[in-house]
Structure formats: C-alpha cells, structure tokens
Nanobody, 120 residues
Framework: QVQLVESGGGLVQPGGSLRLSCAAS????????MGWYRQAPGKERELVAI???????RYADSVKGRFAISRDNAKNTVLLEMNSLQPEDTAVYYC??????????????WGQGTQVTVSS
C-alpha cells in the first residue's frame, strides 16, 4: 500500500497564501501522477492541480495563475503553493497519487485530507 500524508492547511484571510505538502511512503514501486483535489461542503470532489512524473501539469481553470504545483520525484513529495486565496477556495484538500506497488499492481491512492478555510 501507499500512504499519503498531507500538511499545511489552516485558516487564512482572503488574499493570503498557504502551502500544502504531501509525502508518499510505503510499498512504492513507481509513482506516475501526483496531485491535489478538493471538496467543498455540498459539492463533488474536483481536481485542483496535477503533475505527471515528466513534469507536465494540469490545473483547474479557477486556480490558474494563483496556484502552483511542484514535485520532488526522488522524495515522493508534492507541494501546492496557493496564492491570492479566496473564500471559494475553502475546502478539504486531498493529495492523490497514481502509483504502482508492484510491477503489475497499480492503484489510485488518497491522503486523509487537510482543511483550508479562507475567511476574514
């Protein structure tokens, strides 16, 4: 199995910044994409940002220009720098990894989530 542990959430005022981090551990054979999703109350979980092993990225339109994702493939970590935060960014943020634990076993893994609240 692969364990993902997030940190860095919290309460921030509108216009502020936060940085989320996620570290993967366990029986990791290979990690493909790593990224972040979020789920606000009463809404479905949605993609925030994702980065492939080769470095290509994809962002939700709502966060383009404000959020930046980065990875350290050697350390199996992914960061999300969030700037110009707005109340609509309030959600539980989940780390995600598409990974193999063996050469033939591949799965989708999730962290426990970290709360981000943007409020004055």
């Amino acid at each position: 199995q692969v364990q993902l542990v997030e940190s860095g959430g919290g309460l921030v005022q509108p216009g502020g910044s936060l940085r989320l981090s996620c570290a993967a551990s366990g029986s990791i054979f290979m990690i493909y994409a790593m990224g972040w999703y979020r789920q606000a109350p009463g809404k479905e979980r949605e993609l925030v940002a994702i980065m492939a092993t080769g470095g290509s990225t994809r962002y939700a339109d709502s966060v383009k220009g404000r959020f930046a994702i980065s990875r350290d493939n050697a350390k199996n970590t992914v960061l999300l720098e969030m700037n110009s935060l707005q109340p609509e960014d309030t959600a539980v943020y989940y780390c995600n990894a598409d990974a193999r634990t063996t050469p033939v076993r591949r799965g989708d893994y999730w962290g426990q989530g970290t709360q981000v609240t943007v409020s004055s």
